[in-house]
């Protein structure tokens, strides 16, 4: 197989992720003293940094991969929100599925770093399910979008209130009546909501909590293949791809299944890890890999950003330079 020819192929794909996004602040700064008004250290602010976070890490993969992501979800019209937009507008992301409501804020998450530790995060945010009006909204946005085409749709809940029920069925009609292909990173919430989709990728905990089950990989590693069967069972889903952490990455394809195993790496960081692994399996997917190969690729790709600190973007270069020195021995 010509992995350089598959990767080129991501920038033909047009992929919207639906979801959850959020800003994440960072207040930088040095601890030169304790209070006298509380035990709790000073902090001298040096600097400030905005970063994408939550559903918008996806298309930051996406992004770093070639391929163009439209964001789609509802924010606040508040400061939070116009500072997110200007973000995705620099990371040359689309926001034309955003909807600015005045009735939520959007999440933001601020945390007060000194010498790389953080001592406090400060979370704004709204997590009530989006009105009815929201939701419209943003299914009018979803066929607005069509007319430039969707190869694709990337569900990532965080359970911040953007993805109900009901939206969520709304986007897989229209998802099915389009022959859109659907991929899921879930949260507990809307877990078992996602009937019929193309691939679904939880990872262990996940899957664990959604199905409420117990699978020990150390013990029993067996049940992981009962438990998936289960799940596609109740959800008719084509594709189950289930991130394991030091096990590595499983996939099930009706009744063929593989088992990516993780690669020793100097693990520096997990967090966003399901965003890269996401991105990169649904690219692949639209690329017509063998089910196999998604989750090799996918397992790689993970690997590879839990190397450095913080929530980072895979790197396109770096991956096709390990996935060919890797899966073509």
């Avoid at 003293?33 to 000073?42: I, L």
């Avoid at 507008?89 to 007060?112: L, P, Y």
């Avoid at 704004?124 to 979803?142: A, G, K, N």
């Amino acid at each position: 197989m010509n992995y350089n020819d598959v990767f080129n192929s991501f920038s033909n794909f047009r992929v919207v992720v639906i979801g959850d996004v959020m800003l994440d602040n960072y207040k930088i700064g040095k601890v030169h003293r304790m209070s006298p008004e509380a035990p709790v250290p000073v902090v001298l602010f040096e600097k400030e940094e905005n970063r994408i976070g939550g559903a918008g890490n996806v298309a930051l993969n996406l992004i770093a991969l070639g391929a163009k992501p439209i964001v789609c979800s509802v924010i606040g019209n508040d400061d939070g929100g116009k500072i997110l937009i200007d973000k995705f507008i620099e990371s040359n992301i689309s926001t034309a599925g955003i909807f600015q409501s005045n009735d939520r804020q959007t999440t933001v998450k601020s945390r007060i770093i000194s010498n790389k530790q953080q001592l406090l995060r400060i979370d704004t945010e709204t997590t009530d399910p989006i009105t009815v009006e929201e939701s419209q909204q943003v299914m009018h946005r979803l066929e607005v979008l069509l007319n430039d085409g969707i190869d694709a749709i990337i569900f990532e809940d965080y359970n911040k209130g953007v993805l109900t029920e009901e939206l969520i069925q709304g986007i897989l009609s229209f998802a099915k009546k389009n022959n859109i292909v659907t991929c899921v990173d879930p949260k507990f919430d809307n877990f078992l909501a996602f009937k019929s989709v193309d691939l679904f990728k939880p990872n262990l905990k996940e899957l664990k909590e959604g199905l409420k089950c117990d699978i020990n990989m150390h013990t029993s590693p067996d049940k992981l293949i009962e438990v998936v069967t289960l799940l596609e069972s109740k959800l008719n889903n084509k594709i189950s791809l289930i991130t394991l952490s030091e096990f590595g990455v499983f996939i099930k394809m009706g009744d063929q299944m593989h088992t990516a195993k993780a690669h020793i790496r100097n693990i520096s960081d997990v967090s966003g890890a399901g965003d890269t692994v996401i991105a990169v399996a649904c690219l692949c997917l639209l690329a017509d890999l063998p089910y196999d190969k998604i989750s090799e690729i996918a397992n790689i790709a993970g690997g590879l950003v839990c190397e450095y600190a913080g929530v980072v973007s895979i790197d396109k270069d770096a991956l096709l330079e390990e996935v060919n020195k890797l899966l073509t021995q």
